[in-house]
DNA sequence: ATGATTTTTTGATGTAGATCAAAGGGAATG
DNA sequence: CATTCCCTTTGATCTACATCAAAAAATCAT
């Protein structure tokens, strides 16, 4: 499933070539910022990002992208509205950023292509369709080692309380789960 | 949201009319075995359809269709795998059957209509994130309330079980949250 | 109808995880 | 080096909901 995106990942880049620009982000940057029209999709090649937003105040991460991962405000794109989601670098990061007014352009001019944007949408899908999973039916102990199988680099580099809100639990609980296993 | 997805469905209608066929159902029909290559999509022209799985023994709602909705295996469709997914009628309904390799090769040769498949997907994925924020932030009796405003048709229609699954719950459950208001 | 399933309700009890509160530990700042 | 700030841990308590069990109501079949 993961050589999946790797390989979809790439094809974007080689379908989209032209009008991705490379960008860099020091650790800590703002990506983007929320309540903004979130016009871009951000693919990763090294370092680590995430999305997130505010719920009653609280930070809830909704999302990490590690290379050849993508994040983008999806809510914006999707909904022509103001995004909730703020992106930031939480390592020092090289995106490909692909704005998407441009990949619509490309599109209308290029529909064979259309098959790749469905096929990106298709992979965060499914990948919803897993995190919705998790939360009916594992436990907070197993949605982390869930996450841990999944991305073995980010327990390093993302704190408690992101990882914790990620996965829909306060950031004692999952203190407590990394105790006992 | 809900008159949008009107309009897609008969974009859908309109634009795969040439290959869809009309099936009807009797109450309590299957029209999708699990465990098999589930190969068609169904939009749901009147009547009630609903879409489950098995976890550990217990039959867990997926999904329901009403009127201008559209059911399936999803994942099996975007996994070429055989699916977990059955899917019955719980009333009498009339679908249009859309069979997945019949819109591939239709897409082959009109990539243009590539873009209303996509935002079918799109419109999957929205959905699918406002069950996983329910899931996440709401409490039984505020997700059942949203349920009753999005599906107000659906509470006379489908069981208190269905719903409680759906909704992940339990059916005790849900039975007090609707004593209480 | 009459009995037999199936579905829904109600009650009693148990538990995962939230919440509240406070104490440690690290890393950055002057 | 001390101080501040943030992140993580630990403990005590509380609560929403699951689970178990059984009664009541509704639906179905003979």
Known sequence: MDYLLEALTKQLIS???????PVSYKKGAVVQEGNSLG??????QSGLLRSYYFQNGT????????????????????????SIYWIEALQCSEVLQLYYGQMEAFLEDNPEY?????????????????????????NAQERYMH?????????????????ASYLGMTQETLSRVRRSK
Chains 1, 2 share one sequence.
């Open 114 to 138: 259309e098959r790749v944007a469905r096929q990106v949408l298709q992979m965060l899908y499914l990948d919803l369709v897993e995190r919705f999973e998790g939360l009916m039916f594992l």
């Open 59 to 82: 930070d809830i991460t909704a999302h990490f992208a590690v290379p050849f991962g993508i994040v983008g405000a999806v809510d914006s794109i999707l909904k022509q509205q103001r």
């Open 39 to 44: 016009d871009s999709l951000f693919i990763v």
């Open 15 to 21: 379908v989209f070539g032209s009008i991705l620009s």
């Open 147 to 163: 996450f841990c199988r999944r991305y073995p680099d980010l327990i390093q580099n993302a704190s408690l309380g992101h990882i």
